[in-house]
């Protein structure tokens, strides 16, 4: 298996898009890759890659196998086995992965848990999109 340095070049398979003019509310469980640009207020447990979008909102526990926020979230953030935060990112609650690297000019308001016991990794995103 090749292993993917980011976890957005590792997805493979379709994605779910929900757009920027999208609201949703409730309880979200699926497989596959979500990218959410949009607002959500709830929970989710994502078997895959979830990606919330720079301009995109969560209120409620983000539950993925891999993550990468560039939006704003309140509430945790909880990897199976990767997490990502984007300089945009802003996060009120705990971040909890196997690995955990967070940019430049993320603000995070929390906990951080790295569960493989290693440190968080900081980083200068130099990729566009």
Known sequence: MIFKRRIRDSSSGPTTFIA???KIVGTISGQGAYVFCGTVEGDCDINGPLTLAEGGQWKGTLKANDIIVAGKVEGDVVARQRVEIAGTARVSGSLSGNSIAVAEGAVIEGEIKVTSGGPAV???????S
Request: no cysteine; glycine share 0%; net charge positive.
């Open 122 to 128: 900081k980083f200068q995103e130099k990729r566009q």
């Open 20 to 22: 920027p003019s999208t």
